[in-house]
């Protein structure tokens, strides 16, 4: 899968002075720019850190990542989905946390009826909100938003990226 960015700690954060001798550890994640049967994206407000994000999340040990992606977008948005093209691969380097995510995304198609999301946790706290939105729109809301959480930045750089070359496969 094509990588499309590679997102550094000093880029989102110019201050950080990284630990010598640590080592990050790896999280493999997978994204979706879901679509329905009207053109509309599937987006997540996560409006108590006031960013929005792309349904998906890390996979889990001995899950394929179709399966992962169909189960996070259940979660998130309440979904079924049909995974289709590959969009691409964004490498974040969030080394405050010790952590090199790469997070694959992918293109699907919403299947049968939204019903409500099963949100976790930190996804009530953080106050997910799914809503679906023109690809235009999704765009500007991404690009637009002041995250006030440590990973907000890395997941707006991301998933602007995403949903920008999504834009261009489906034209």
């Known amino acids: 899968m094509e990588l499309l960015r ?8 110019p201050d950080y002075k990284p630990e010598v001798g640590k080592e990050n ?28 994000k792309l349904p998906g999340g890390g996979i889990e040990d001995g899950e394929a990542m179709e399966q992962a992606l169909k189960r996070e977008c ?3 948005v309440g979904c079924d989905i049909n995974v289709g ?3 691409g691969r ?3 380097h969030r080394d405050k946390i ?3 995510q790469e997070s694959f995304c992918f293109l699907a198609k919403a299947v049968g009826k939204k019903g409500q999301p099963a949100l976790v946790g930190y996804e009530i706290t953080d106050g997910f909100e799914p809503l679906w939105v023109d690809i ?11 995250p006030t959480s440590y990973d907000g930045p890395f997941i707006k750089i991301r998933d602007f990226v995403f949903l920008k070359k999504a834009k261009e496969i489906l034209k």
């Open 98 to 100: 010790n952590t090199n």
């Open 25 to 52: 550890k790896y999280r493999k994640a997978v994204r979706a720019v879901v679509m329905d049967d009207n053109n509309k994206v599937a987006l997540i407000n996560v409006s108590k850190l006031n960013y929005y």
């Open 136 to 146: 235009n729109e999704a765009i500007l809301l991404v690009e637009n938003s002041k």
């Open 85 to 87: 093209a590959e969009i």
């Open 6 to 13: 590679t997102i550094k700690e000093q880029e989102v954060y």
């Open 90 to 92: 964004v490498l974040e």
């Open 74 to 76: 259940l979660e998130e």
